[in-house]
Nanobody
């Protein structure tokens, strides 16, 4: 059984920063990739950023230059550093783990508002 625990969401003013963390535990033989997706009310879930086991990264155009994804392989943890946050970044952020199957975290709310 694989379990994902996310943390770091919250309320922040526009221009502020947050750091999300997601740690995987359980039977994890080989991680192919980890990533972050988000879903705003009334919208489809969308990719924010992902990172492969080799360290290659991919970002949505809307977050390039503001968000940074990173991994700690020893801790099976992926991070999302979010800077210069905008109201349109408000969403539930989900961690995604790719093994032989895909696993999702429970989601963490990020609200950007003054």
């Amino acid at each position: 059984q694989v379990h994902l625990v996310e943390s770091g969401g919250g309320l922040v003013q526009p221009g502020g920063s947050l750091r999300l963390s997601c740690t995987a535990s359980g039977r994890i033989p080989s991680i192919r990739a980890m990533g972050w997706y988000r879903q705003a009310p009334g919208k489809q879930r969308e990719l924010v950023a992902d990172i492969t086991s080799g360290g290659s990264t991919n970002y949505a155009d809307s977050v390039k230059g503001r968000f940074t994804i990173s991994r700690d392989n020893a801790k099976n943890t992926v991070y999302l550093q979010m800077n210069s946050l905008k109201p349109e970044d408000t969403a539930v952020y989900y961690c995604k783990l790719v093994l032989a199957y895909i696993y999702w975290g429970q989601g963490t709310q990020v609200t950007v508002s003054s």
